[in-house]
């Protein structure tokens, strides 16, 4: 059993301190936002994650899980201090802005007593670990402490399910203390998960050069859905004819309107900005960067190219979270795509299953809100799939047809069956498939 202090209680603190809990330890999670705190006391969670809420209910009714605003309380007697406070993008540098993990290091550093292990579990630049060290060591010389990079790979919606069934466990420490601690936390997860001991440096840029990759292999996917489109092939057989190449594998290959959300946006943008830092380009990423962009844009003007002989048409958006099952519009592509859409309409209607109300506050009263698919695809001349909803394969088409004023579909997720579709009386377009 440990005594572990996480610092934020966002995305990753929230569900890593859950299942640290789960796990046997002593976890008490600290932020600064007196609101989500004394909502989490109440027993409410602040964000959603499948499965979670039973085991957040369970380890605080056990005491094993406890939330304050005091740092002080939290860190002093801990085994292990985790950082899990964002590292959202610079507005102009697009560099990862530091100013929260570093607030959070030189505010910690006063009350650790005893030898402590600092384990950054936000994602953060290569070299972000010496600085907290030094940070650390400014404010408290006596204080006796190693700082490890410990990334986080889980995802929005998965988070839980990924706590418990990571692929691996990456631990950046040259300090053999520090790395005995963390094997010890993680203990559970032996014979079960790989373990990767390296170099602090190296733990730091394994998250970015991670995410970069796949964030590259969806660029890839979606351009070769782009060369489909005009040579005739199908990418949806492409595709799998490629999965099944175990040097490549089956996961990250659908193609769609680009990627988003909070991370991969925001990790390629850092670790392009990393490359100009250390003199070492990265021209794959940059071109990766500027085409997600650019596609986005493109995706937009084919819906309008869509409804071209009804221009006052009206659209109908299906999904608006960045991907499905969260209710999350962080740097969405349906997002994006709607707001170049507006350039050329005025009329149109949006639906998301849990997103609506994130995405009111980004689109306000550019665009119309409806409480289901039918209402937002009633009398509409275009409806739109933008998000992968499980809700949307099983759409009654034979009703949307009959109530839609053109019965066409353009489905950037290629999540209905083209035959199907045009079964019920649509025009169908999807991604990677000439028209
Ligand atoms: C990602 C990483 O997967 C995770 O390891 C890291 O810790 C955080 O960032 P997440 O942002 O939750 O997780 O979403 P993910 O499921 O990876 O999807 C990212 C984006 O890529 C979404 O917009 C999704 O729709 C898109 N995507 C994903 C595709 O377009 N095609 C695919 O094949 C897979």
Not at 150 to 168: Q, S, T, V
Request: hydrophobic share 40%; charged share 25%; with cysteine.
């Amino acid at each position: 059993m440990k005594k572990v202090a996480i610092i934020g209680t966002g995305y990753v603190g929230l569900p890593t301190g859950v299942g640290l809990a789960e796990l046997g330890n002593r976890v008490v999670c600290v932020d600064k936002l007196a609101d989500k705190i004394d909502k989490l006391n109440r027993g409410e969670l602040t964000l959603y994650e499948d499965g979670m809420e039973e085991l957040f209910r369970k380890n605080v009714a056990a005491g094993a899980l406890s939330f304050t605003t005091d740092m002080e309380s939290a860190v002093k007697g801990a085994d292990i201090v985790m950082l899990a406070v964002g590292t959202p993008p610079h507005p102009v540098t697009k560099e990862a802005d530091l100013k929260y993990i570093y607030a959070a290091a030189e505010e910690l550093a006063g009350y650790l007593d005893g030898y402590t292990v600092v384990a950054t579990k936000s994602t953060v630049p290569v070299g972000t670990g010496d600085e907290i060290e030094q940070i650390i060591a400014k404010v408290n010389p006596k204080a006796d402490f190693d700082v490890v990079s410990l990334p986080e790979f889980l995802r929005e919606g998965f988070a839980i399910h990924d706590f418990f069934n990571p692929d691996r466990i990456v631990i950046g420490t040259d300090s053999e203390k520090a790395r005995k601690v963390m094997l010890e936390l993680y203990r559970p997860f032996e014979g079960k998960s790989e373990f990767l001991c390296v170099k602090r440096r190296s733990s730091e840029t394994i998250k970015y050069a991670s995410n970069a990759f796949l964030a590259m292999k969806i660029h890839y996917v979606n351009e070769m859905a782009d060369f489909c489109e005009c040579s005739g092939a199908d990418i949806r057989e492409v595709a799998k004819g490629m999965g099944l190449d175990s040097r490549i594998g089956k996961k990250f290959l659908n193609p769609g309107p680009g990627y988003g959300g909070s991370c991969f946006p925001k990790d390629t943008n850092a670790m392009a900005q990393m490359g100009k830092k250390f003199g070492s380009h990265l021209n794959l990423i940059e071109t990766t960067i500027a085409e997600n962009d650019n596609r986005k844009v493109k995706m937009g003007r084919r819906v309008i190219e869509a409804i071209k002989e009804h221009p006052e048409g009206k659209i109908a958006v299906l999904g608006l979270a960045f991907k499905g099952g969260t209710d999350d519009c962080r740097e969405s592509p349906a997002i994006d795509i709607i707001k170049e859409m507006i350039k050329y309409s005025r009329n149109i209607t949006v639906y998301d299953p849990k997103a609506l109300n994130n995405a009111k506050s980004i689109l306000n009263n550019t665009v119309s809100y409806a409480n289901d698919a039918e209402e937002a695809c009633s009398g509409a001349d275009v409806a739109v799939i933008l998000t992968e909803w499980e809700d949307f394969r099983t759409l009654d088409l034979g009703r949307l047809a009959k109530i839609m004023n053109c019965a066409k579909i353009v489905d950037l997720r290629n999540m209905l069956s083209a035959e199907a579709v045009k079964q019920a009386g649509f025009e169908y377009q999807c991604i990677g498939q000439r028209k």
